[in-house]
């Protein structure tokens, strides 16, 4: 009776497990495919224009591309991550490829903290906007490991 409900209990645990790792896969796909959308309009290029110019390792870009054509660039790449993370079910492990692809784009964002002026400041106007990709990296990373070992699971 007692290992009864202890393989239901383990049974209710995998469940919410894979609850979660949904809602963060899920979560993730709609960040990337609204955030990458939004790139494509002159009020989200010019919002991130202070951030993406005082990087040392983007801000070349605009003198390049300009405004939009450097907003539509990430644009294109965050669409592009959100697409094929939602690929998941057909393809685990290019879902799991792009999860963690996606780390890139969070740890690139997350370097803004440092390379914009007064971004650490609590007060700052993109502190919060900034500080939200560290639960984004951590979903990136579960959801590209949960999917390369299902991936793994087809083929062994």
């Given amino acids: 009776m007692?290992?009864?409900s202890i393989a239901a209990e383990e049974r209710r645990v995998q469940r919410i497990g894979a609850v979660g790792i949904?809602?963060?896969?899920y979560g993730l796909i709609f960040l990337l495919l609204m955030y990458g959308g939004l790139k494509f309009f002159a009020f989200e290029a010019e919002g991130i224009q202070p951030?993406?110019?005082s990087s040392p390792l983007l801000g070349w870009l605009y003198p390049l591309l300009g405004t939009m054509g450097t907003s539509a660039l990430f644009g294109v790449i965050e669409i592009a991550a959100g697409a094929l993370i939602a690929t998941r079910r057909w393809w685990p492990r290019v879902s799991g490829y792009a999860s963690l692809g996606s780390t890139g784009i969070f740890l690139v964002t997350l370097s803004f903290l440092f390379t914009t002026p007064g971004a650490l400041s609590p007060l700052h106007p993109f502190n919060g906007f900034l500080?939200?990709?560290?639960?984004l990296l951590g979903a990136a990373?579960?959801?590209a490991a949960e999917a390369l070992a299902a991936a793994h699971d087809r083929t062994a």
């Fill in 141 to 143: 990373l579960v959801t």
């Fill in 51 to 53: 951030l993406v110019s």
């Fill in 22 to 25: 949904g809602v963060l896969r």
């Fill in 131 to 135: 500080l939200k990709d560290i639960f």
């Fill in 2 to 4: 007692m290992s009864a």
